[in-house]
Nanobody
Framework: QVRLVESGGGSVQAGGSLRLSCAAS????????MAWFRQVPGNERDVITT????????YYSDSVKGRFTISQDNVKNAVILQMNSLKPEDTGMYYC???????????WGQGTQVTVSS
């Protein structure tokens, strides 16, 4: 059974930083794609960044490019999201997701709230 556990959300002022972690278990870590999605009330979940754990390739949405960094912690089987220069519009529930690359995201974490105040 694949399990994803997020941690690291919280409240911060604009311009600050937060670090989210997604610990994964239950599958071969180096053979999947993982992603972070963001959702605000009334909107769909939007993908903001992805990583292929096999080759390390990444994707960033325009809204976070240059400010957020996704990386792998292969010792802890975790994916890290470093968020810098946070803006109020980054506020939302952040979800970690995993799936076989090219097949969409099948597994989801419980979500962690990020609130950025102006």
């Amino acid at each position: 059974q694949v399990r994803l556990v997020e941690s690291g959300g919280g409240s911060v002022q604009a311009g600050g930083s937060l670090r989210l972690s997604c610990a994964a278990s239950g599958y071969t870590y180096s053979s999947i794609c993982m992603a972070w999605f963001r959702q605000v009330p009334g909107n769909e979940r939007d993908v903001i960044t992805t990583i292929n754990t096999r080759d390390g390739s990444t994707y960033y949405s325009d809204s976070v490019k240059g400010r957020f960094t996704i990386s792998q912690d292969n010792v802890k089987n975790a994916v890290i999201l470093q968020m810098n220069s946070l803006k109020p519009e980054d506020t939302g529930m952040y979800y970690c997701a995993a799936g076989w690359c090219g097949s969409g995201y099948t597994y989801w974490g419980q979500g962690t709230q990020v609130t950025v105040s102006s």
